[in-house]
């Protein structure tokens, strides 16, 4: 594990000095980025503009789900988000070239134009993190603020290992990455609103088969000191360490068995 | 440093046949192939397109499991073992290029380095002594997509061998070569088996680079190995006739001697093919007695004429794999 990191810094670092010879393109594509990721946040401000509250939440509250949200999908992207090229690769024979290396072809592929441009994600979030977070009408206990760092660590991991489960299906499924970024970017983007606002049977759906819930719905229930509106007892509000590691585990499976099946039928 | 043993691999090919239906056909893509390469030899993988090269250079290198039988590569399994064995091979697909195609040749190398993590002085060492070698000092800093194919090549080399491998597998490295990078290419390799004895693979359609380079052919045809073993028994199994062509002072009909016979005609020039076991120096003073000839040449068969009669004719059984070894030697 410590090895992988360390080759994936390495590698990661080659792709940015690669970059920084066209430093003003850089700073650009990184400001533009924010820019483009800013635009949901508009679209929320536009709509508390108009009433106080939707669905019963506050203008602060959907903001910090928002924020919480992004910052692990932003951090899962920052990381993995390469990672859905897999099916290129399985077309083009460039994983071949990989699987030659000694290194995972996964850390190959997600380093890929690794560039600081990807931080660009980052600045809205955590601006909006940083804003709201004094703004909510709730008591601090350590509890509290101790469940906003692991809510954000824990929607990176799981983030993080949807990343790898959508990859691994593109091993069977050349073309699928269209309806793996669905997956991906559909969750980062229903994640950002309180789940509340959806049907009963939909967040049902996000709790137990893909348990998006876990991001920051479970958890900032807790922090908002409200009811789960599925009636769920109060220590699901802290299992999303225990999802994201189960999860992880799920998308590790996937990747084996998707490695095996492209190394028994090729490409 | 190889070893295949009765190994087979098939693929399971599912088409369509009707609306919904599918037929599945299992494709044998290679079938029993067993042989041994001893470190330090130069061996030249040969075999129509489809024949299962391309297969079996995927299960030397780890990236593809064999259905049955076993592979030994430097003592590993490669397809248990694909990453530890990745550090002591080097391999370079002729087709598609290894290195990263918007990064400038010396980014992609700095790459290769952490890869393999690579002593930073071995590094620099060994790329300073490959640059010079593959003269690669002009387009280092262009970024691979805009390198000529030859120049691409010459990378991809570099590429595979900054971690010093004791073994080269080649998938077809001179395809689309000039002349002037195929001649460089080919010293490099001679070289490379000669001087540092790294073992060298390679698969090729070019029978320039097996006569230039290898001592020993292995031929794969429909999946199975048809042959292995040096290039003058290759030659003598194919039978293959010598031509003698005859330029006569004006066309005529079909020359006639004993001993030849008459394969084609173009104006005043005759294509003669000799038997086997005739002697030409008869044949040619025959012809020179009976026509008027205003020029005459010998050939002899060539490498491609003999593969390409091996190819057509169905092969012989296959040779044992230890005959035409060069033997381990060379390290």
Known sequence: MASALRVY?????????????????????????????????????????????????????????YATSGLSFALAEIVLGTAERLGQHVRRGTLDAMLVRPVSPLIQVATEEFSPRRMGKLIPTATVLILVLPRLDVTWT??????????????????????????????????GHQATKAVTYG?????????????RDFVRGLTFVIPLAFVNWEPSLYVFGRADPLGLPTPVRFASPLVAAALCGVAALAWRAGLRHYRSTGS | ????????????????????????????????ISFTVGAGEFVGYLGPNGAGKSTTIKMLTGILTPSSGSVRVAGLDPSRQ?????????????????????????????????LYRIDAHDHRRRLAALIDLLD?????????????????????LTAALLHDPELLVLDEPTIGLDVVTKATVRGFLAELNAERGTTVLLTTHDLGDIERLCRRVMIIDHGRLAYDGGLDRLRAMADAERMLVVDLERPGPPVEVPGVRFVRADGPRQWLAIGSGVNAATVVADVAARYEVADISLREPDIEDVVA???????????????????????
């Open chain 1, 187 to 199: 969750g980062g983007f229903l994640t950002q609103y309180p789940l509340g606002i959806f049907g």
């Open chain 2, 309 to 331: 009669r091996l190819y057509r004719s169905g092969l012989p059984a296959p040779a044992p794999s230890a005959d035409g070894r060069v033997g381990s030697t060379g390290w």
């Open chain 1, 142 to 175: 350590p509890l509290r603020v101790l469940l906003v760092p692991m809510m954000i660590i824990s929607g990176f991991v799981m983030f993080a290992a949807l990343w790898v489960l959508t990859a691994a299906v593109q091993f069977v499924l050349i073309d």
């Open chain 2, 136 to 156: 690669l000092g002009p387009f280092l800093d262009t970024p691979v997509r805009q390198l000529s194919l030859g120049q691409r090549m010459r990378g991809d």
């Open chain 2, 82 to 114: 694909r990453t530890t064995l990745a550090r002591r091979i080097g391999v370079v697909f002729g087709q598609r290029t290894t290195l990263w195609w918007d990064l400038p040749l010396r980014d992609s190398l700095a790459l290769v380095r952490h």
């Open chain 2, 1 to 32: 440093m190889i070893e295949l043993d009765n190994v087979t691999k098939s693929f399971v090919v599912r088409r369509r046949a009707g609306r919904l239906r599918r037929t599945r056909t299992v494709v044998l893509a290679c079938e029993g």
């Open chain 1, 9 to 65: 810094g390495l590698l990661a670092w080659t792709w940015i000095r690669a970059a920084a010879q066209y430093p003003v393109s850089m700073v650009l594509l990184a400001l533009g980025t924010a820019v483009v990721t800013g635009l949901d946040l508009a679209a929320i401000a536009l709509m508390f503009s108009r009433v106080p509250r939707i669905a019963g939440y506050s203008a602060p509250e959907v903001m910090f789900l």
